[in-house]
């Protein structure tokens, strides 16, 4: 798959981290900054990656913050964008499973290095299970 991946400089260590990671099984890193732990504003980042995935240019993105609330809640303000913050495996799967979530958030403040990366390989092999979800899914862009 091609994954797209943004952080703020509160995520930025993380955020090398989880790409190297990314890569190793085999998937192609859109890495679409922070470059450096410099401050910067998170919403830059969380636009500039939610623009990707509403324009299909790429399948899955990683967004990662401080809490991974700021990122959740910019990215969330894109239509088709579906945005989860994630601090457990067991979300990481359901959000997949039933809301067909396309941006996993993260809280490098909140998460440690081997769960993020935990969270992270069970986002990216979880398939949406459709059926009864389907029409909840549609009826969040449709207020
Ligand atoms: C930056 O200090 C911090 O506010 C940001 O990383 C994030 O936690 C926002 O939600």
Redesign the pocket.
């Known amino acids: 798959m091609k994954i797209a991946i943004a952080s ?4 930025f260590t993380l955020k090398q981290t989880l790409i190297e990671h990314i890569k190793s099984l085999g998937h192609t890193i859109v890495d679409l900054g922070t470059d450096s732990t410099s401050s910067v504003d ?1 919403p830059d980042f969380a636009h500039k990656l939610a623009n990707e995935i509403q324009t299909k240019s790429c399948d899955l993105g990683v967004l990662i ?7 959740e809640m910019t990215a969330n303000r894109h239509g088709g964008v579906r945005a989860a913050n994630c601090t457990n495996t067991t979300q990481a799967k359901l959000t997949r499973e039933h809301n067909n979530a396309n941006v996993l958030c993260l ?1 490098a ?1 909140i998460v440690g290095e081997v769960l993020a990366i935990d969270v992270v390989n069970v986002f990216l092999t979880t398939q949406f299970e459709g059926g009864r979800h389907e029409k909840r899914v549609e009826k969040i862009d449709n207020p």
């Open positions: 703020d400089h509160g995520g998170y913050c401080g809490t991974g609330i700021g990122m809280g403040r």
